[in-house]
């Protein structure tokens, strides 16, 4: 395994520069498809990112009979799936394991995060790896892709949307910034609207129509000079960004205040709650792609990311870490999938939990506090609805929990899984910015136990 050079967790300050540049670099017209599409299946996939790398251990493969040394603060607790055991901070969702299941055997080789990233989203491995995690992606990632293969709908609604924000460190590359995706923002805080999806003071529907016509002439003039070849196709954006701001079944589909409050405090007033809850709307109303970036259940969280190293400065202690955080999880990802079941939507929509890789067999100890390492030769992902089989554990780690010890997989076949769901050919070829021909997934099987 490639050793990795993190500086422990990432500093809060980081976070926020990383996030405003996602959200405050994105204009509505740079992130929609304008491709029409009318071949696709009625489906979409809600991701629920945990970047920073969640522990195995300390979430769905427990290692109870491993020494100390590896087994680490909690204790497994059985679920509704005899023999299928997880880790006593989930007990939501442990009453409703039927609903989902666990892949335990994925690995790769990125130890560093944002190479571990790349390589979950896109299904690419960067060609030099980059210990220093500020690498960005040559090649688009699973919602870019969906956004581009299934297109504009004519209603208006996104095919990819993040929530709060895209991962920051996927780009569109050779697919054109119209497939970036959109961030949302908080939706928990208070009067939540896409500030993109609001009209400017003063400038109603029909007075849209008549700027719409000035636009136009600012996009010939931009083409005449060809100042960006990324815009090509622009005056379609332009049309679907349009269809986006004055369709009411987008600004519904984003209006979390219509759900009951009830169920809303069910999912949790957090923003990992309600950024559960808004995904399921746009999964209903025809959204593609759904990612939530889970790094913290709040803006102002200690713990803000999944990156449980020890940190002495700031006292990051991975026992205190999961107790806290674990529950905003148990509590989002668990109404989630329960609401989806119970609307009849779990055919329709598939839902992923996973982060870029796992942690270290051996906790790392120092002055009272506790900690694992980067370790991407195990990792584990939690899967639900879509169709799929649910109520099982695929593959399995060795007793240290370090390595697959049956049916290793990779995120290779966790994308294609995905793909199949989506209805996208994992073969289908693009042209990168050199003229190459690059297929969607180089390789990768969808799960078999899955499907």
């Given at each position: 395994?490639?050793?990795?050079?993190?500086?422990?967790?990432?500093?809060?300050?980081?976070?926020?520069?990383?996030?405003?540049?996602a959200?405050?670099?994105?204009?509505?017209?740079?992130?929609?498809?304008?491709?029409?599409?009318?071949?696709?299946?009625?489906?979409?996939?809600?991701?629920?990112?945990?970047?920073?790398?969640?522990?195995?251990?300390?979430?769905?493969?427990?290692?109870?009979?491993?020494?100390?040394?590896?087994?680490?603060?909690?204790?497994?607790?059985?679920?509704?799936?005899?023999?299928?055991?997880?880790?006593?901070?989930?007990?939501?969702?442990?009453?409703?394991?039927?609903?989902?299941?666990?892949?335990?055997?994925?690995?790769?080789?990125?130890?560093?995060?944002?190479?571990?990233?790349?390589?979950?989203?896109?299904?690419?491995?960067?060609p030099?790896?980059?210990l220093?995690?500020?690498?960005?992606?040559?090649?688009?990632?699973?919602?870019?892709?969906?956004?581009?293969?299934?297109?504009f709908?004519?209603?208006?609604?996104?095919?990819?949307?993040?929530?709060?924000?895209?991962?920051?460190?996927?780009?569109?590359?050779?697919?054109?910034?119209?497939?970036?995706?959109?961030?949302?923002?908080?939706?928990?805080?208070?009067?939540?609207?896409?500030?993109?999806?609001?009209?400017?003071?003063?400038?109603?529907?029909?007075?849209?129509?008549?700027?719409?016509?000035?636009?136009?002439?600012?996009?010939?003039?931009?083409?005449?000079?060809?100042?960006?070849?990324?815009?090509?196709?622009?005056?379609p954006?332009?049309?679907?960004?349009?269809?986006?701001?004055?369709?009411?079944?987008?600004?519904r589909?984003?209006?979390?205040?219509?759900?009951?409050?009830?169920l809303?405090?069910?999912?949790?007033?957090?923003?990992?709650?309600?950024?559960?809850?808004?995904?399921?709307?746009?999964?209903?109303?025809?959204?593609s792609?759904?990612?939530?970036?889970?790094?913290?259940?709040?803006?102002?969280?200690?713990?803000?990311?999944?990156?449980?190293?020890?940190?002495?400065?700031?006292?990051?202690?991975?026992?205190?870490?999961?107790?806290?955080?674990?529950?905003?999880?148990?509590?989002?990802?668990?109404?989630?999938?329960?609401?989806?079941?119970?609307?009849?939507?779990?055919?329709?929509?598939?839902?992923?939990?996973?982060?870029?890789?796992?942690?270290?067999?051996?906790?790392v100890?120092?002055?009272?506090?506790?900690?694992?390492?980067?370790?991407?030769?195990?990792?584990?992902?939690?899967?639900?609805?879509?169709?799929?089989?649910?109520?099982?554990?695929?593959?399995?780690?060795?007793?240290?929990?370090a390595?697959?010890?049956?049916?290793?997989?990779?995120?290779?076949?966790?994308?294609?899984?995905?793909?199949?769901?989506?209805?996208?050919?994992?073969?289908?070829?693009?042209?990168?910015?050199?003229?190459?021909?690059?297929?969607?997934?180089?390789?990768?099987?969808?799960?078999?136990?899955?499907?």
């Amino acid at each position: 395994m490639i050793e990795n050079i993190c500086q422990g967790p990432f500093r809060r300050r980081e976070f926020l520069r990383l996030g405003s540049l996602a959200l405050g670099g994105m204009a509505l017209p740079e992130s929609i498809a304008a491709r029409a599409s009318t071949q696709s299946p009625d489906t979409s996939v809600i991701l629920f990112w945990m970047w920073g790398g969640p522990s195995q251990y300390e979430t769905w493969d427990p290692k109870p009979n491993a020494p100390d040394t590896i087994r680490g603060p909690f204790r497994p607790i059985p679920t509704k799936v005899p023999g299928m055991d997880i880790c006593e901070v989930f007990p939501l969702q442990a009453r409703i394991a039927d609903k989902f299941s666990l892949v335990r055997s994925l690995h790769h080789k990125m130890s560093a995060h944002n190479d571990g990233s790349i390589e979950v989203l896109t299904g690419k491995t960067p060609p030099v790896p980059d210990l220093t995690s500020t690498n960005f992606s040559d090649h688009p990632d699973f919602g870019m892709i969906a956004s581009r293969e299934r297109g504009f709908r004519a209603d208006g609604m996104p095919q990819y949307v993040g929530i709060p924000k895209v991962p920051f460190m996927v780009r569109p590359t050779y697919l054109g910034v119209s497939h970036s995706g959109f961030p949302t923002g908080d939706p928990s805080l208070p009067g939540f609207r896409p500030g993109a999806l609001t009209l400017d003071a003063g400038l109603n529907a029909s007075r849209l129509d008549d700027r719409r016509g000035l636009m136009r002439q600012f996009d010939a003039l931009r083409k005449s000079y060809s100042l960006a070849s990324g815009y090509a196709g622009d005056d379609p954006l332009r049309d679907v960004a349009h269809h986006m701001l004055t369709n009411p079944n987008v600004a519904r589909a984003f209006d979390i205040s219509r759900e009951d409050p009830r169920l809303r405090d069910r999912y949790g007033r957090h923003l990992w709650g309600q950024a559960c809850l808004l995904a399921r709307r746009l999964a209903e109303s025809g959204s593609s792609v759904i990612t939530i970036d889970a790094l913290a259940p709040t803006l102002s969280d200690r713990y803000f990311s999944w990156d449980d190293h020890i940190n002495p400065m700031t006292r990051w202690d991975m026992a205190d870490a999961m107790k806290y955080r674990a529950p905003f999880m148990d509590q989002a990802i668990t109404a989630l999938i329960e609401d989806v079941y119970a609307r009849g939507l779990d055919k329709k929509v598939m839902i992923v939990a996973a982060g870029e890789f796992g942690r270290t067999p051996k906790v790392v100890r120092h002055d009272g506090l506790i900690g694992r390492d980067h370790w991407p030769d195990a990792m584990s992902a939690l899967v639900s609805g879509g169709g799929l089989k649910m109520g099982q554990v695929i593959g399995s780690t060795d007793r240290q929990g370090a390595y697959p010890a049956d049916r290793p997989l990779t995120p290779k076949d966790l994308l294609a899984t995905i793909y199949r769901h989506l209805g996208i050919d994992p073969a289908t070829t693009f042209h990168d910015t050199t003229g190459r021909p690059v297929p969607i997934l180089n390789h990768g099987e969808p799960i078999r136990e899955l499907v």
